[in-house]
């Protein structure tokens, strides 16, 4: 069953709501370097808890690192999920079957 546990490998297939992250890159200086937890999520753009309130953050233009349990991390081009929820997690499972 761990196999099906979020990890490195599959972490676009599961819920990222939740999830602590990081903006490494952006096209905007500004963005470098928030942090917080991810608390909505839309096809284009990330909800961001961050110590000085909700930001808005749009995926395409910026490169995250996500905190996954375990004190694993990933990086992701926000290009790659810009997908709904539920879509980005449907063609997921669709290409590693």
Known sequence: MEKYGINEKNF???????????VKESTA????G???????ETKNTFKIETAKGEKLVPK????????LPGNAGVSADGRKL???????VK????KAI
């Open 29 to 32: 200086m500004e963005r470098i």
């Open 60 to 67: 395409k233009e910026c490169v995250f690192e996500f905190a």
């Open 82 to 88: 810009c997908f709904r929820p539920e879509d980005r």
């Open 12 to 22: 676009m297939a599961h819920e990222l709501i939740g999830l602590k992250v990081k």
């Open 34 to 40: 928030m942090e917080g937890k991810i608390v909505d």
């Open 91 to 94: 063609e997921y499972w669709r």
